[in-house]
C-alpha cells in the first residue's frame, strides 16, 4: 500500500510518498525560511500563500522521484492540526481533492500523531514507549500504550522549547529561524560562561510539567543590557552554548523524572523515544541518548531530517491509522488545536 502525506501546518511545505513495508519513497519539501526572516517569525498569511503556490509542484515533484503516479497511490493523508489554519487549510483541501477524484481514502493526521509514530517507521519499535516530543510549538511527555492509547504526562506551561530557542536567537541578532543558528554558534563557546535558572527542576519527582518563558525573558533581558546592544562574536558564541546547555539539563532533568515515573506506574516498558524538531539538535540528541541509558533503557530518535516537519511522518501516520480501520471524511476540519491525547488516542 502506497500512501501520499501532506504536510503544511507552519511554513514548510512537504509532500512525500511512503510504503506499507515502511519505505520512504520519496520526501520532498520547500522551506519558507528566506520568506520568514525578514520577520523574525513565521506571517501565516505569507505562509498560507506559499503552501497554495507550492503544493501542486512539490506534489509532482515527489510523484516523479518516487517513479509514481496518483493512479498508484493507495490513500491520501494530510496534516489536519493543530496549526496554522491557513496552511492547514491549502494542505487539507489538496488531499481531499485527491482523494475525491481518485477514490482513495483519506485520512486526516494530527501533526503531533506524526512525530510521534516516526520512530515506529525509522526504528520499527513496539508500544508501549516513554515520548518526549520537543519542537517550535510543543514540549510535552506521553506515555504511548497503542495506537489508540496515548496518556499525556506532562509539558509547557506556556512557551514551547524550540520558541525559546528561536526568540534567543532572534536577540542574539541571528537569522531565522534561531534554533539551528543557535546550535552553530555554540559550537565555538564556553558553555560555562553564563549560569541561567533552571524552572521546575526543583518540583517533586511527579512534576512533568516545563516552562521556559522566564528563562527566555530573563536571558532576553541580559543581551539587552549589554552596551548599545552590540553584542561581540565571543558573547554570542558563549550565550548560545549557555543556553543550549541549559535547555539540556532542564530536559535531562526531566526525561529522569519521567522515566522513574513510568517505572513506578507502567513498569513494562524499556523504550524512550526522543521526537520532534528540536530532537534534530546534536548536542541535545547526543546528551539525551547518555542520560536514558543511564537509566537502563533503550533511546530512540528519528534522523534529524525526519525530525523537523515532513510528509513522510504525516504519510506513516496516515497508514498506521488506515490500519487500524480508521479514515476521515471529507468535510473533516482544519483543528488549530488538537491535543494529541484527544485525537484518536485516548486513555
Known amino acids: 500500500m502506497k500512501i501520499l502525506g501532506i504536510e503544511s501546518s507552519c511554513d514548510d511545505t512537504s509532500v512525500a510518498i511512503v510504503n506499507s513495508e515502511k519505505r520512504i519513497l520519496s520526501n520532498e519539501r520547500v522551506s519558507q525560511d528566506n520568506v ?24 509532482q515533484k515527489a510523484l516523479k522521484n518516487a517513479k509514481l503516479t496518483l493512479n498508484d497511490v493507495d490513500g491520501v493523508a494530510a496534516t489536519a492540526g493543530p496549526g496554522l489554519v491557513g496552511g492547514l487549510l491549502v ?12 477514490q482513495i481514502p483519506f485520512i486526516a493526521v494530527n501533526h503531533l500523531a506524526g512525530h510521534a509514530l516516526t520512530v515506529r ?14 519542537s517550535g510549538g510543543h514540549s510535552s511527555f506521553y ?3 497503542s495506537i489508540t492509547n496515548c496518556i499525556y504526562l506532562g509539558g509547557t506551561l506556556d512557551d514551547a522549547v524550540g520558541e525559546a530557542f528561536d526568540k ?5 541578532g541571528l537569522k531565522f529561524p534561531g534554533g539551528p543558528e543557535i546550535e552553530k554558534k555554540a559550537l565555538r563557546g564556553n558553555e560555562d560562561a553564563f549560569i541561567f535558572p533552571k524552572p521546575l527542576v526543583d518540583k517533586v519527582s511527579t512534576n512533568l510539567n516545563l516552562s521556559f518563558s522566564g528563562l527566555k525573558s530573563h536571558i532576553t533581558k541580559l543581551i539587552n543590557s549589554e552596551s548599545n546592544n552590540l553584542l561581540s562574536k565571543n ?28 517505572d513506578n506506574k507502567f513498569p513494562n516498558y524499556s523504550n524512550v ?25 533503550e533511546p530512540f530518535i528519528p534522523p534529524a531530517k525526519l525530525c523537523t516537519d515532513n510528509g513522510a511522518m504525516i504519510a506513516w501516520a496516515g497508514y498506521e491509522k488506515y490500519k487500524y480501520g480508521i479514515s476521515s471524511p471529507l468535510n473533516f476540519k482544519a483543528l488549530p488545536r488538537w491535543p494529541l491525547e484527544k485525537e484518536y ?3
Open 345 to 347: 488516542f485516548y486513555e
Open 168 to 172: 534567543i536567537g532572534k536577540a542574539l
Open 121 to 134: 517507521l525509522t526504528d520499527n519499535i513496539e508500544f508501549p514507549y516513554l515520548l518526549l516530543l520537543i
Open 235 to 262: 558573547y554570542i558564541e558563549d550565550m548560545a552554548a549557555s543556553f543550549q546547555k541549559t535547555i539540556a539539563e532542564i530536559l535531562i532533568n526531566k526525561i529522569e523524572k519521567a522515566i522513574i515515573y513510568c
Open 91 to 102: 494542505g487539507l483541501s489538496f488531499a481531499k481533492t485527491i482523494a475525491q477524484v481518485k
Open 36 to 59: 520568514h526572516q525578514f520577520y523574525n517569525g513565521v506571517v501565516p498569511e505569507l505562509a498560507a500563500r506559499n503552501h497554495a503556490f507550492y503544493i501542486e509542484k512539490i506534489t
Open 273 to 297: 523515544v526522543i521526537s520532534g524538531g528540536v530532537a534534530s539538535n546534536l548536542y541535545l540528541r547526543r546528551k539525551f541518548i547518555k542520560a536514558i541509558i543511564d537509566k537502563k533503557k
Open 143 to 145: 506515555y504511548m500504550r
